[in-house]
């Protein structure tokens, strides 16, 4: 879209004001079953495009009078109305240069009593005529307020995804040499997404709730990761091996808040891929036993958490962090 509207010298964009644009208006044009895809998408980007395209007049001979966004009212045919174009005499496919006659612009009657045309006679009074001295009319692309005549994929991705509050646990759940497989079961555990029984209860009454590991509570988030008794066992030789002997996480709030606190003897990095892996394993450990009847004892559990993380830091035992 805005390649149709900037100088680009496109190919592309000759054909298509040639073919395509050349006794209508891109704004109004209607999409039809012989054009090609593309075409068709570039129209139904419309609504989107026209929120971050500006005008700055020049000559007046490119911008459209009712469409495009060369005043601070905005696009005309919505701070007016779809009647605009017959109570002001100005064709809905008029440019803003043909909204203007020898003597400056066509203004609506002094008399007029629609408010928004009275606003828009008010503002063209005050507002320069387009002169064909100023040359071209220069488009710009961005938001409201912070609009330049240079494409931003920058600014065109964050008003199509605007961009959420930074949280706390940033670090903790992507941090350098994390492994992603555990960094996004993590994250996922941290949101309370995971379909734990409780959670299908819900959806299936049918469904029993208890734990998968110890079968003596309900199957929640923070009693499957730090309060079953299979869980604790394997928690307690972790947090032993870290050096955190009597330490002792009740709820993912307290295992959050010790992972963003600053460790005492080992590294932040090694406690953080401890963690990421051990809920990881107590989640397959968890399937395992729902659906193929298997079971490891929390020696076993520990065992292989340990050779993952012995794992993962000889692959990263180059980098600083992962040493010692």
Known sequence: VWLLFSNSGSLWVAWNKE????????????????????WRALLSLRPLAKQLLGCSLGDGRSASYWFDNWSHHGPLIEFIGFDGPMK?????????????????????????????????????LLLQPPVAVSGSDTFTWGTE???????????TWNFLRPSAPKVNWKKVVWFKFAVPKHAFHFWICNLDRLPLKTRMALWNPAIDPSCSLCGQSAETRDHLFLQCSVSTQVWS???????????????????MQWLLSPPHGLSRTLNRLAVQALISILWRERNGRIHNGTTQPPSVLFKSLDRQIRDTLLARLSHGRCQG
Request: glycine share 10%; net charge positive.
């Open 19 to 38: 073919h395509r644009l050349k006794r209508t208006n891109f704004w109004i044009i209607e999409a039809k079953q012989s054009d090609s895809w593309i």
């Open 88 to 124: 002001m005499g100005i064709n809905i496919k008029a440019t803003v240069a043909e909204g203007c006659g020898q003597s400056g612009w066509l203004l609506p009657s002094a008399r007029c009593r629609n408010e928004p045309i009275s606003h828009l006679r008010g503002t063209l």
């Open 145 to 155: 307020g912070n609009r330049s005549s240079v494409f931003s994929t920058k600014k």
């Open 237 to 255: 030789q972790l947090l032993q091996r870290l050096g955190q002997t009597g330490f002792t996480l009740n709820s993912w709030q307290d295992l």
